[in-house]
């Protein structure tokens, strides 16, 4: 089936518009207040609306409780979670089993003994997001803008879908793909002019990119 492509901390209609009319399959929406990308659950609502039907829409979270999680899903009805903080596996599959929406779990990857956690959580998850785990001292956990060693992923064969994240851009999406041959590529920072500001042209240029690459891969699903 075809690569999935996600562009993640999208704040306008523009942008949701930009994403969506390039061909990503996926959209994300950032509830972690200290990110630049940070949208609230109001603005959220509306963005959502505004793709539902024509896209996935991600909501992504950092160790949220179960009344936040709740309030969230009532509000912005979202078609996934995407888990982005220290969530452990049984706090993963609590999430899975309680709330309708489909889970992705984010996994920090800086080098091989980083690599476990993908089967830890691949029976809890209905896809994992190898995203560079974030530098000492962040603040955030991810959207740092810096990729990791792909080499490292290049013999992997997970047993869930994922996604591949972390400094990934228009120069480099194909060059990643070809390396790790992942099912799918997310993106935040490296479509920005600057912190939480999209670019509709860049975001168009890394679409483009990634789909001129021809990577496939049987073990995705349909990302709605």
Known sequence: MSLIVKICGLSSR??????????????GLVFF????????????AGLADHA????????LTVN??????????ERVRPDWLQLHGTEPVDRVAAIRGQFPQKVIKALGIRGRDDLPAIDDFAGVSDRIL???????GSDRPGGNGEPFDWTLLKDIRPRVDWLLSGGLDA??????LRIT?????????????????????????????AR?????????????
């Open 52 to 59: 539902r039907g024509r896209a996935a829409i991600v909501g």
């Open 33 to 44: 207040g200290r990110s630049p990308r940070f949208v609230t659950m109001e603005d959220a």
């Open 171 to 176: 120069g480099n999406v194909a060059e990643a």
């Open 212 to 224: 001129g690459t021809g990577n496939t891969a049987t073990a995705t699903r349909k990302a709605s």
């Open 64 to 73: 949220l409780d179960d009344a936040e999680l709740s309030a969230l899903v």
């Open 130 to 136: 190898l995203d560079a785990k974030a530098p000492a």
């Open 181 to 209: 041959g992942a099912p799918g590529v997310d993106v935040s920072s490296g479509v920005e002019n600057a912190p939480g500001r999209k670019d509709p042209e860049k975001i168009r240029a890394f679409i483009a990119a």
């Open 14 to 27: 523009e942008t949701v518009d930009a994403a969506i009319d390039a061909g990503a399959d996926m959209i």
